[in-house]
């Protein structure tokens, strides 16, 4: 981990206390983040699983805020790579472990950090940076939109009845999880270069889930596992007399795979309730009689994008129509904006910087949510989002940037 420089930061409104210091983390530093990281979100990992979340940081890709010599805030990002619509993996710099004091609050602590983060992120040349994020107000004004949704699915299993014209295709089998650790993997990596948001799990990562320690399981049994050959549902069950089951994970590579495990899933016995973390697409409803059974009840963003590099993320991924324009991005935070002829044929884009008059409007949170197809141009349009010189273009545009596998992100960060 670099040293970098350190910067003192009149962020301080108090006359009290000197002035704050923002650098990259001394050894000394970390030994203070674990409590840090707890306060702000409102749990205390492992020390084994805050090992492996440092293990993911970029080479100078830490940064703490410091009154005197106490850590008052941190952020880091981590070196991702994901799945793009047509199937690209591209380099990612996945914000994480940010948080700051509460004794610290409306100082411009989170936002200095940022500042930096994001100079380091567009010096190394990541064209994408996302997050995942606690509060869904704070990020668009750094330039980040939410581009993948979770959608909770709560099925009552007593009156799930399958359709007929649903498939039986069987060959799922239940599993210790931490037995099959290999398979789930070979399982995950096929399954996640084929899906839009799919991130690459490192060794690390997986052998910090299945250590399925008692503190990850918030009163919920062990991790029980249903492996299909290609797929798999990692579940616990919570309660005594009413049971209910908790999906923790749900990959299926292919449609036999997701009937075979929802199947697997609405045949335990005694359990009264399923709740699956899912993506917005997920047909599951529509193999029951009765699609009410599986109620929605939760739908918020997932993954939120910020476009680093416009030209080269939009080169990267695959499209669904052609379309020709010329868009002006605005970006208010760190300048990655600008106007754009963008033309996509045959699937395939190029995009390059121009002085032409431009034809579309929007903010970079805008391309964020529209990057990986599951917001849409019109509607965001009608929201007073987008603009157009000609509104015609806005149906055309919303085409392209469809993708026909559905986004889900592989896992939270």
Not at 9 to 17: A, E, F, G, K, R
Not at 195 to 218: C, I, K, M, Y
Not at 353 to 370: C, E, F, I
């Amino acid at each position: 981990m670099g040293c970098g420089v350190a910067r003192w930061l009149d962020v301080s409104t108090s006359t009290t206390l000197a002035p704050l210091v923002l650098r990259s983390p001394t050894d000394a530093d970390w030994e203070q983040t674990p409590l840090l990281h707890g306060v702000s979100f409102g749990h205390f990992d492992d020390a084994d699983t805050f090992a492996v979340a440092r293990s993911l940081i970029a080479d100078d890709g830490a940064v703490v805020v410091c009154d005197d010599d106490v850590v008052v805030g941190m952020a880091v990002y981590f070196d991702l790579a994901f799945t793009v619509p047509g199937g690209a993996v591209v380099p990612m710099a996945g914000l994480s472990m940010v948080g700051v004091a509460p004794t610290h609050r409306r100082r411009g602590v989170l936002r200095a950090m940022y500042v930096e983060l994001h100079q380091r992120i567009a010096a190394a040349g990541y064209p994408l940076a996302g997050l995942t994020a606690s509060e869904g107000g704070i990020y668009g004004r750094f330039g980040y939109g939410p581009a993948t949704m979770e959608r909770v699915l709560t099925i009552d299993r007593r009156f799930a009845k399958f359709h007929a014209d649903a498939p039986d295709p069987g060959g799922a089998r239940l599993i210790r999880p931490a037995e099959r650790g290999d398979a789930l993997a070979a399982i995950y990596d096929r399954w996640r270069r084929q899906t839009p948001g799919g991130l690459v799990r490192s060794q690390g990562l997986w052998d910090d889930l299945l250590a399925d320690r008692e503190d990850d399981r918030d009163g919920g049994t062990a991790l029980v596992g249903i492996l299909h050959a290609d797929g798999y549902v990692l579940y616990r069950v919570f309660g005594s007399e009413t049971l209910k089951v908790r999906v923790e994970e749900f990959k299926a590579v292919t449609t036999d795979a997701h009937v075979a495990l929802t199947r697997a899933l609405l045949g335990l016995d005694l359990v009264e309730t399923v709740k699956i973390w899912t993506y917005a697409r997920d047909p599951l409803p529509y193999l029951l009689t009765d699609s009410r059974v599986a109620r929605t009840t939760k739908y918020e963003d997932d993954l939120w994008l910020r476009i680093m590099d416009v030209p080269t993320a939009l080169e990267a991924r695959g499209y669904q129509a052609d379309v020709s324009t010329v868009v002006e991005v605005s970006d208010q935070f760190a300048g990655s904006g600008g106007r754009f002829a963008l033309d996509v044929r045959d699937g395939r884009a190029r995009c390059t910087p121009t002085d032409a008059a431009p034809q579309v409007w929007m903010d970079l949170d805008v391309l964020g949510s529209l990057y990986l197809g599951v917001h849409q141009v019109v509607p965001l349009a009608l929201a007073n989002r987008v603009s157009a010189a000609d509104p015609a273009v806005l149906p055309r545009l919303e085409a392209a940037f469809l993708s026909d596998v559905p986004a889900h992100l592989g896992f939270g960060f």
